[in-house]
Each structure stands twice: as structure tokens, then as C-alpha cells.
């Protein structure tokens, strides 16, 4: 493991999360040497990157040295995340510790609950270094929408991280963090991740608990992992996943093993798959996620021999940047070298996915967000009447994108304008995921560029709402469907600036997804080293 | 699509946001904006397409109708801008 010089700590490179756990494990080293290592790094790193909104060092170093005590007792079989360094998206509730959403609204409270992730992760040993930014109530594609201060890219600094999970992205790229735990709502994990060159991860709708997430829009909103490797964001995603009865939208386990999308021909890791699919007696799958990708990895060169990985047009050629378009070129090189059937294929409703996001998202966030009212928590601005007082909180908490949101949706569900817009976007979401199912009848799984450009300036698209929104292109149809879609790093643009690929699978393939990220992800050899980051002086 | 500047107003009070005359301008023209961007819903016959309001449709789940403690008072008034007798309490709502 990485060790301190003379000149404080370098950055903890190649550290995956499975490492430390390991080495946690085995008393190689302990959870708090881990966990005051990362504390020190983000010390040293923060000030420039801004990823934090509040560190929990003593948090983090109880967790620690409870984690150090269960190993010491025997228990090291229950904590595949030993010691491993978390960072939390503040849209997460986290009991008795502040919970922003990156807003002014929420400044201050504490929740008195734990989201079911959180709590999961913390449950398998993971260490929770701190709360990290995000654009407001996880609005936004930049993290420029925080109410406290912007976060910068570790490739770049003068860049944004994206968003809306920017700041567990920046986290993780910046080794401040090993994983980190974020929300997808049209982007918001995988965007960022492929802004930042690390992997993210937006499972099925209902595959991880939203209880304990704020709620943005409640039919999109999905939590998930971000790593600097697909394995450790599997590992993420095998420990938070499965059935929660806080959660009425979350899928019985039973019904998670039982609807298993299964390749359309045999893989050469087609009996691991099986094997892993009848080897859970609970129907849990439990790490079945890691246990595919060890198998996938394991059968060499021609690893994806065999499986049918469909190229969606809508969302290549003019629609993205000339160097991501090359950037997927070669990742579609490298999936046929590794024996995969690389086609083409047509998804017309795609060309209005991103206009009926605009109008059901704003639609369920007006709703949801209709909750901060200045009566049961956070701001509130006194007045004398209830609805001054109530107009008065709403306007001095809540951010310009916020309330842009709010008032979009709520003109999509006024009277006289309900079906016209609402109506339809609801009518044209029922199209994409028809067309998501004509392409799964012949395709394992999907391909795309993750966003339709590389990391832009702070500060180039904050006045023009639109220009923003379209960052979310490529991203948006999985929402909208409840499918899992993974970005990984593939290659760096001529300015040093990571590109990400996406991966689309059928509703609850994960495994399947993220066996065949990871070969992909082995054939790159892409390295998370952001200049900005490794060049840390002392 | 252009919104009206009393368009604008009629949906802030409906959703509550005590908007400045400048803040109104600008979302007037920002917000039409992205109406007509969003209008291309409308370009595609849907007149036959049932609408999704759920992604994965789950048949109902049910659980054992069993008693069982939530957060209390304490918990729940603890965070409150104002309460009084394990009540929240807010500034008048009708008119003297």
C-alpha cells in the first residue's frame, strides 16, 4: 500500500476498493491507517478540487475502528468493503449528519434517518469520509448548481466535473475517495463519471432502495455506484442492491433472479453465469456481480465471443463530437477483437427522449419539491401570513435551476396543459421503451457515447438552461425505460480530457453489463491519472 | 410558444416562488424556450400509445399488516422551524 514521504501523502494510486478490503482483511493494514491516510489527501486536495461539503472525520474514524474490531473478532467474511474509503452524494440522508441536497432550503438539517445504500455500505465495512457536492436537488449537469461552491474537474481544474453527482465523481477521481455513491435521475452518475474518467453505474429502477434518497423525480431517481474500476463498482452495487420494505418501488429479489436477461448465444463464461444465477438459494445473487466479472475476465482474449452488442445511430454520428465518436469507434474495435457481433441499430423515439424528460421530470419534481414549505424542516422565512411566509421560504432557499424546474413543471400539470405536454411525454415514454425492447429482442446489450462532448469551462452554460440540458442526450432514454446503463473511460480527447462509452442492458442485467464493461474495460487499459491530481505538491 | 408575463405570475403562485419583476422577465423568456423544445412531443402521432407513468411495472407487493414503531415526536418536531405541543407551528392561515 501507498505510505507517506517526507513531503506528506502522495496520492493513494491503484488502490482499488477490493485491495484495501483485502488487505484490511488480512491485517496487512487497518481500516483507520486507510481512513486517516484518504482524510489527509482531501486536506491536502480539496481546496482546489471542492468536492466535499462537509468532511465526517470523526464519523469516519469510528467506522474505522469498528470495522478493525470486527476484523480482529473473526468477522472479516461479512465486510467485503473492509476499510473502503466512501464518499456520499448529499442527496443521501445520513442520521444526525447535515443533508444540503446542495441546497440553501436544507441548510443545517439532520435527518433523523439512514438511507437503506448508506446504511448497507456502512453495514460491509465501507468508511464514510464525508458528504459530497452536488447541483442543487440534483438538478443540473455541472454540480454549478450548488448553492455553496462550484466543484472542479481533477483532469482539468478550470472545467466542471458534471453533474449532477460531480462531486462523487471528483472525489473518486481525485483518489480523495475509493467509491462513492451517487443518483441518476438523467445522467446525473453516469455523465459526471464519464466527465471525470471513472465508471458509473445507474441500475435497474428498483434494484437499490430509494429510501432515504430526496426525492427529485420519483419514476426516474435511481441510486448507484462510482469507482475508478468496473469491479469496484460492482462490488458497490452486490452490497447496496436488493429488496427493501422502506421502498415499495424496489423488486423483490425473487423477481430480480427470475427475470435474469440471458445471452442471446452461448458466451464462452455462459456456464459461470448459470452457475451463478442457480447458486443463490435466496434468490439474492448475492455478489453476483463480481463473481460474473471474475469468470468474464478469466476466459482471456476472445471473452466476448458470441455476444451481440448493438451500436444505437440516434445517438452517434452528428449528434456527438467528432473525437467521442472516434473514441467509441475504437471501443467498437475492441469489442469485435474480443469476438463480440457489432451492428448497427435504429431507435427512433429516441429523437424525442430528451423533450419528454423536460416535461416528466420538472412534472414530478414540482410535486415532490412542493414538500419544503418552511413547516416541518429547514428554512423558513417568517411573514405574517402562511402562504407569504411560504412564498418568501421557497424563494430565498430554493436556486435559480430549482425554481426553473419547479415552474416548468408546474405549467406542464396546469389545467388546460396537462395533456398536451405531461400527457404526451408520458405517451412518449411508453415509445422508448418499446423501442428499448425491439432492440433487446436481438441485441444482449447497447452501445454509446456516455455524453455528446468532454468536460466543458465552469461557467460556459450556466445562462443558457438548454445548452445544458443537452448534455443529458445519450443518457436519458435508460432513464426513462428503468434500464441499467453503465459509462466507463475509454480514451482521452487531443486536450487530455476523458471520453466515456455506455453500456445499456435489459431491465435487471446488470450482471451481464457489467462482466462485459469489465472485459472492455481490461482490453482499453484506460488509467484514471488526472494531471491536476497526480502533480499534488506538497 | 412565448409565455405572458402574467402567465409567468400565475405559475409562480401556483407553485409558491415570490418572484422578482427581473426574475419573471427572465424565466418568461428562458422557460419559453424550453417549451418549444419540448414541444416536439407533439410531432409524434401517440394518438394509440398507452402512457407509462412507472418504468418497470411490478405487481403489487404486499407485506403483513404488523404494528410497528416509527420515529417519535422528538425525532420528528426536532428539525422544525417552529413547534409547539408536539404540534409544527406556522404563522396564521386566514385572514384577521
Known sequence: MATSDAHGPNPPVGESATAIASAVCSGETSAVEVTKRHLEWIERTDESIGAFLLTTPEWALETAEAVDRAVAGGKANDLPLAGVPLSIKDVLCTEGIPTTCGSRILEGWRPPYTATAVGRALGAGAVPLGKVNMDEFAMGSSTENSAFHPTRNPWDLERVPGGSSGGSAASVAAFQATVSLGSDTGGSIRQPAAFCGIVGLKPTYGAVSRYGLVAFASSLDQVGPMARCVRDAALLFDVVRGHDPADSTSIPDRIVADKQPRPKRSLPWSKALAEIAEDSPEGSLKMSCTRAIEAALAAGSRSLEGLRLGVVSELSGEAVDASVSAALRRTLDVATELGAAVEEVSLPSFEYALSAYYLIAPAEASSNLARYDGVRYGLRVPADTVFEMMERTRAKGFGPEVKRRIMLGTYALSSGYYEAYYGTALKVRTLVSSDFSRAFDHFDLLISATTPTTAFKLGEKVSDPLAMYLSDLCTIPANLAGIPAVSIPVDCDSQGLPIGVQLMAPVLGEVLLLAVAACLEAAVEFAVRPPAVMDFGP | ?96
Not at chain 2, 45 to 61: E, G, I, W, Y
Not at chain 2, 73 to 88: H, Q, R, S
Open chain 2, 1 to 96: 410558444m412565448a409565455l405572458t408575463p402574467d402567465q409567468v405570475a400565475h405559475i409562480a403562485r401556483l407553485a409558491r416562488l415570490a418572484l422578482t419583476e427581473e426574475e419573471s422577465a427572465v424565466y418568461a423568456t428562458q422557460l419559453s424556450q424550453i417549451l418549444d423544445h419540448a414541444a416536439k412531443v407533439k410531432e409524434i402521432d401517440t394518438s394509440k400509445v398507452p402512457p407509462t407513468s412507472h418504468p418497470v411495472r411490478l405487481a403489487n407487493v404486499m407485506r403483513k399488516d404488523e404494528p410497528r414503531l416509527g420515529l417519535g415526536p422528538k425525532d420528528v418536531l426536532g428539525e422544525a422551524p417552529e413547534a409547539e405541543d408536539a404540534m409544527f407551528k406556522v404563522p396564521r392561515i386566514m385572514d384577521a
